[in-house]
């Protein structure tokens, strides 16, 4: 790879039948003994784009292991383990972000993030926990309000680095910023327990949904990224009725409203006026087909 940015490419879904493929593929690794994180952020990667195969998911993940090899060999503790992660990804190969990444698709798919050297904070994130990984560091994601970070090392001797800032050590009260600018609280020590690989994964899908809200004409990208969320052993029960909504918007009307009905059913046994609600719509639904 080059250091420069690669020029913005349109991402083709892929064919439905290697959709299905990529579906079955992740349900059955999100419900693996141990779930391979790389493995599930390459799934969400072909589901975006077409053109990633398996002979590109198999290029990725060498490439990480790579990159683990060009490590010092155990280089102590938390701290010296963070700074040959930001010497190596973000001085020497470039990894960070900037302000204009939040507004491209690609920032959240893996396979892209490794090729542009740029992303969103939680993808940076999985590079570098990958990456460390591989090379034996005690490394853990941590999913602070409103930016994603990684940490090294035991709870009681944490170290905080941020990979959308090229690797930074972050001290005590760089963190409180981080917090307090997202969420306008202080940092509390809560949020700094480690994430759980499936929760990073709902995570980077939930950006990804972000992502096609602002943008009512990829509703598609919206709609495969809650199917995949709902694959997901646990997710909110919510994302029912966010499908539906989609296949409503998209033209689908029966599927749309024997969804809502399904979700309507489930909610009716907490709050019977919401489930009206929904019953309503999914009456709707149905008179759009007239």
Known sequence: MTGHEPAMRSLQPPQPERADEVRRRFADEARAERPDLAELCLLVGAAADGTLDDAGMDAVQIELDELAGRLPFRPGGPLPWATALAELLGA???????????????????????????????????????????????????????????????????????????????????????????????????????????????????????????RPERSDVALWSVELSLLLPSHPARLRYDRAQLLVQRGDFLTGAAELDAYADVVAAVDEPAASRVRRQAHAARAMLN
Do not use: K
């Not at 204009?100 to 940076?124: F, K, M, T």
């Open 92 to 214: 020497r190969c470039g990894y960070r972000g900037s302000a204009g990444d939040y507004q491209r698709l690609e920032s959240s798919l893996l396979h892209a993030v490794l090729r542009r050297r740029r992303g969103l904070p939680i993808l940076l994130s999985v590079v570098w926990m990958e990456v460390a990984r591989r090379a034996g560091a005690p490394v853990h994601g941590v999913a602070l309000p409103g930016h994603f970070v990684v940490g090294f090392g035991p709870p009681e001797r944490q170290v905080l680095a941020d990979p959308f800032d090229g690797g930074r050590v972050l001290t005590g009260p760089d963190a409180d910023l981080l917090v307090a600018g997202a969420t306008g609280a202080p940092l509390d020590p809560s949020m700094l327990t480690p994430a759980d690989p499936l929760d990073v994964v709902l995570r980077v899908l939930n950006n990804i949904r972000a992502w096609a809200a602002a």
